[in-house]
T-cell receptor, first 116, second 111 residues
Framework: GAGVSQSPRYKVAKRGQDVALRCDPI?????LFWYQQALGQGPEFLTY????????KSGLPSDRFFAERPEGSVSTLKIQRTQQEDSAVYLC??????????????FGPGTRLLVL | EDQVTQSPEALRLQEGESSSLNCSYT??????LFWYRQDPGKGPEFLFT???AGEEKEKERLKATLTKKESFLHITAPKPEDSATYLC????????????FGAGTRLTVKP
């Protein structure tokens, strides 16, 4: 079956530009997560949705980062006024259920963002 | 605060040379410990979930074990195609559902 897909796979932005990264989770998955992965590091949590509700955004590094999932399926991570330190791989993951259940998260291929 | 430390950072093995990767963790109420494999340019691929000390899981040449303080990923007779970065992550009882990842062990298996 289809896994998690993300687009674009690569994005080059000039400093100060706004970018939007898209995630299509596995069909029927309730929970959706965004992570940021710096080179040579493990993924770091950004935000979590259960259906359309954003239940945790404690990992978003600044108010320039914004995520939405309006219909409880596709999600978009938006970064406004990009800075060089935003350069990283942005990973999306989904899981079947949510609400503090031990549930495996399945990851997409990531979007590699480079801010010049 | 939940913490995960993986060692070694990098490991080079000859094909057939068995070894183990370590994941040490501190977490308030472990709900699950996860192992993922990540190939260059790809997202993490799920391998195992362990829930309680003493638990073991196996898949092909990989075997994951769990104690109260650490997890090991044992690789038996590795092949070049096992070369990848192996990530360990924990999910604690008091965070919302996100996982805390270690920095990973970069494994290279030479033919």
């Amino acid at each position: 079956g289809a896994g998690v897909s993300q687009s674009p796979r690569y994005k080059v932005a000039k400093r100060g530009q706004d970018v939007a990264l898209r995630c299509d989770p596995i069909s029927g998955h309730v929970s959706l997560f965004w992570y940021q992965q710096a080179l040579g590091q493990g993924p770091e949590f950004l935000t979590y949705f259960q259906n359309e509700a954003q239940l945790d955004k404690s990992g978003l590094p600044s108010d320039r980062f914004f995520a939405e999932r309006p219909e409880g399926s596709v999600s978009t991570l938006k970064i406004q006024r990009t800075q060089q330190e935003d350069s990283a791989v942005y990973l999306c993951a989904s899981s079947l259920v949510g609400a503090k259940v031990q549930e495996t998260q399945y990851f997409g291929p990531g979007t590699r963002l480079l801010v010049l | 605060e939940d913490q995960v430390t993986q060692s070694p950072e990098a490991l080079r093995l000859q094909e057939g040379e068995s070894s183990s990767l370590n994941c040490s963790y501190t977490v308030s109420g472990l709900r699950g410990l996860f192992w993922y494999r990540q190939d260059p340019g790809k997202g993490p691929e799920f391998l195992f979930t362990l829930y309680s000390a003493g638990e073991e899981k196996e898949k092909e040449r990989l075997k994951a074990t769990l104690t109260k303080k650490e997890s090991f990923l044992h690789i038996t007779a590795p092949k070049p195609e096992d070369s990848a970065t192996y990530l360990c992550a924990v999910q604690g009882a008091y965070n919302n559902n996100d996982m805390r990842f270690g920095a990973g062990t970069r494994l290279t298996v030479k033919p």
